[in-house]
């Protein structure tokens, strides 16, 4: 099965008087049955597509249709309660970084800051295949505080997440690198890679690099027996360091990526909650804020809930069998606006809708940074052929939902259910 929501199909959204486009679109496969005849028939596979625009999420009760509901969840990523690395751990880092008053010394002059990154420390495209979840909180207090002014992090945090899909994509391997030349001061590897779940005392994976002048850089969560430096190792910018996972104090793969100058975390993102430096980053990026689709898979399951972190089914061949059987989603989306709500719609080769239950709600009083969700319906197709799911949003901006406000600094994470 061969999914793409690269094509774009298009789906008109308002935004509060503007619109936006939405492109996404899965493909799917249906196969005829075999027939008596043997495998000529086999061979005769019919292409089914299906486009899906931004799906639903949430628990929505099952719905008696003739076509067949059946159910689906979803709802926020789950956020840690304390910073990436745990304080036992960083008082290691920190005695490492002290102790090595004797590493060589990058190019920083001494007084004028950290060197700037050229590029984010891991493979893939930020904001496409990496989310960064969460930026250093700015905010001393209980509130959160990210560099933009918005609440792209949780209490206490202490660098940038930036996250993997899933443990699919830990699997086949995403590379992280480091982000200037440096030295290899600190590194640990051999420990367990797939947590799923927050525990305090989980021992991390890691690799620290001294890039000079009191300029040190950490790689955190990365996968068992992928660290690729030695400790004392000269690297240069770009120089793999190992693997992407989820070891120590996390419950999802992704790379905690940390800056420090003497000792003290800094951000290297500047904006408008962030003043006292100049940006650190050759060319700094602004964080996405509109809502988007990060997977959208088919399958033929009838529960994949919780399937993040893990590694969830796909199917893209579905053969008739004269009887219903579940054809179904699930998906990752970002930034959904709170109060949306959504639509499925299975439509025929012929364009000629075959199952449509309407409009519901998401159900999220709060926006979303980053949620997930699984849609089941139990189905009979009638034809064989290119099918078309549509997933669609529809939403009014919540009034201080979106990026021309800044938020206030003390408001429910966006990410959390108001329960
Ligand atoms: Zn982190």
């Known amino acids: 099965m061969k999914t793409n929501i690269r094509n774009p199909f298009l789906h008109r959204v308002s935004n509060g008087g503007r619109s936006a486009d939405i492109p996404v679109r899965s493909n799917v496969r249906l196969e005829k049955p075999p027939a008596n005849s043997g495998r000529a028939a086999i061979r005769k596979l019919l292409r089914t597509r299906m486009s899906a625009l931004l799906p639903a999420l949430l628990l929505v009760t099952a719905r008696a249709s003739g076509e067949g509901v059946v159910g689906g969840g979803g709802g926020p990523a789950s956020q840690p309660k304390l910073d990436c690395i745990p304080q036992a751990q960083r008082d290691a880092i920190a005695a490492a970084i002290a102790a090595n008053t004797a590493a060589p010394r990058g190019p920083n002059p001494p007084d004028a800051g950290p060197a700037p990154y050229p590029f984010q420390p891991i493979a893939g495209t930020v904001w496409q295949d990496r989310f960064i979840n969460n930026f250093v909180d700015l905010d001393p207090s209980s509130g959160i505080l990210d560099w933009d002014c918005t609440d792209f992090t949780y209490d206490g945090h202490q660098g940038h997440d930036l996250d993997l899909r899933h443990f699919g994509e830990q699997d086949v391997g995403v590379p992280i690198f480091a982000a200037l030349d440096g030295t290899v001061i600190a590194r640990h590897d051999g420990e367990f890679d797939r947590n799923n779940s927050l525990n305090p005392s989980a021992v991390a994976n890691y690799v620290v690099l001294d890039h000079g ?32 996972a989820s070891s120590g104090y996390s419950d999802g793969p992704h790379l905690h990526f940390e800056s420090q ?27 996405r804020r509109d809502t988007y689709l990060g997977m959208f898979e088919m399958h033929g399951t009838n529960n994949v809930s919780p399937f993040l972190p893990e590694n969830p089914p796909r199917k893209g061949t579905f053969v008739r069998t004269g009887t219903f059987q579940t054809i179904s989603c699930w998906f990752t989306i970002y930034n959904l606006p709170a109060n949306s709500t959504y639509r499925f719609r299975y439509k025929r080769p012929n364009g000629t809708v075959f199952y449509d239950p309407g409009t519901f709600n998401f159900n999220n009083a709060t926006a979303y940074r980053k949620a997930q969700g699984w849609w089941n319906y139990t189905l009979n197709p009638d034809t064989s052929g290119t099918w078309t799911l549509d997933v669609g949003r529809v939403h009014q901006w919540h009034a201080h939902g979106h990026r021309a406000v800044p938020r206030p600094r003390h408001r429910q994470r966006a990410d959390q259910p108001s329960a």
């Open 261 to 287: 100058l003497n000792g003290v975390v800094y951000e290297p993102y500047a904006g408008n909650c962030q003043t006292s430096t100049p940006s650190r980053w050759v060319s700094q990026t602004p964080i």
């Open 213 to 244: 002048a009191g300029h040190h850089s950490l790689y955190w969560h990365m996968r068992s027996n992928s660290v690729a430096v030695a400790l004392n190792q000269v690297v240069t910018a770009g120089t793999q360091l190992g693997l992407a």
